[in-house]
């Protein structure tokens, strides 16, 4: 089944949300933004006043979340505890200083990867985040890993609107002790910083082609 993902991966604002939706349309799979099921953990937890550097704390909640999923106008839609979340809940400040915190802690971390892997009964997938290659879905020969400068990153994301700061999360996300930010094994690496995402999405299209995808 892992021939039916396609894994992209990539640092905060390395526009790996932007490719992958693109790819998947012009594919006709269903997008997965796993990202933003870290974010709904972590909405969670802030919600329940728990602090986030707390694992304790953190992991005792995780097994009362109820986490829910469904394809909707081709793209995996979650609910938790059967509420569906804004776009503004995800990405605020709040969330956006807390979900790399939230992602190291190992009880999420085994959660989600066993939610991600299953969604596979969904259909083919093309599933973004920054272990999908390297830990969720290993064996995919279909393996992406977007990347941008962190100069170049911190424009986009304060072009959207958003406060991140890319460099913690940067290192964050690659010195955690569970599944680290890594260059997957195999992936195409592409260097987004001086393209337009119709490059990006062209040279990715273009290298599954040659791997025989087709939509």
């Known amino acids: 089944m892992s021939s039916q993902v396609i894994a992209i991966d990539g640092p905060a604002a390395s526009g790996k949300s932007s490719v992958a939706k693109r790819v998947a ?5 269903v997008y997965v933004n796993t990202g933003n099921m870290f974010r709904m953990i972590t909405w969670a937890v802030l919600q329940a006043g728990i602090n986030v550097q707390d694992t304790a704390a953190v992991t005792g909640l995780e097994p009362g979340l109820k986490l829910d999923f469904e ?25 956006n200083a807390a979900v790399s915190l939230v992602a190291q802690v190992p009880g999420v971390r085994t959660r989600l990867v066993n939610e991600q892997r299953a969604l596979v009964s969904h259909g083919a997938l093309v599933m973004e985040g920054r272990d999908i290659g390297s830990v969720i879905f290993p064996e995919t020969p279909h393996k992406f890993y977007i990347d941008a400068s962190e100069e ?10 958003l406060s991140d700061a890319v460099g913690m999360r940067d290192k964050l996300d690659s010195t955690r002790k569970s599944a680290p930010l890594v260059v997957p ?3 195409l690496r592409i260097d987004s910083s001086e ?15 040659e791997q025989g995808v087709q939509p």
């Open 25 to 29: 349309r012009e594919l006709g799979w």
């Open 71 to 95: 394809v909707a106008d081709g793209q995996m839609t979650a609910r938790i505890n059967g509420r569906t979340l804004s776009d503004a809940e995800l990405n605020s400040p709040e969330v």
């Open 152 to 161: 170049v990153r911190s424009k986009r994301r304060a072009a959207q609107g």
């Open 185 to 187: 094994e195999g992936a």
């Open 195 to 209: 393209l337009t995402l119709e490059q990006v999405v062209s040279q990715v299209v273009t290298a599954l082609r």
